[in-house]
């Protein structure tokens, strides 16, 4: 069982930073993959980043190539998502989820979920 808890969020304007983190609890946590979903009102959710256990070639959809970075300090148990350049399409709820396979964006692949943390970026 792994529970997971996003933190982070706010209001930010467009071109600034964010940094999400996904703090878990459970003792396997290092050998999970941790994705960042987002939705976005009316929107469905989306797959945002992902990265595996051992951290090796992080997967990013790409409306977010060059300016989010994923990465994750297993002895924290604790996966971060640096938000840089954000844009107001960037405004959404923001999960952390995890699985025990490789990184997959399809969300149905993870087996639990954050309760999700706000991002809103103005112009």
């Known amino acids: 069982q792994v529970q997971l808890v996003e933190s982070g969020g706010g209001l930010v304007q467009a071109g600034g930073s964010l940094r999400l983190s996904c703090a878990a609890s459970?003792?396997?946590?290092?050998?999970?993959?941790v994705g960042w979903f987002r939705q976005a009102p009316g929107k469905e959710r989306e797959f945002v980043a992902a990265i595996s256990w051992s951290a090796g070639s992080p997967l990013y959809t790409d409306s977010v190539k060059g300016r989010f970075t994923i990465s994750r300090v297993n002895a924290k148990s604790t996966v971060y998502l640096q938000m840089n350049s954000l844009k107001p399409e960037d405004t959404a709820v923001y999960y952390c989820?995890?699985?025990?396979?490789?990184?997959?964006?399809?969300?149905?692949?993870?087996?639990?979920w954050g309760q999700g943390t706000q991002v809103t970026v103005s112009s």
């Open positions: 989820a995890a699985t025990a396979g490789l990184p997959r964006s399809a969300g149905q692949f993870y087996s639990y």
């Open positions: 459970g003792r396997t946590f290092s050998s999970y993959t």
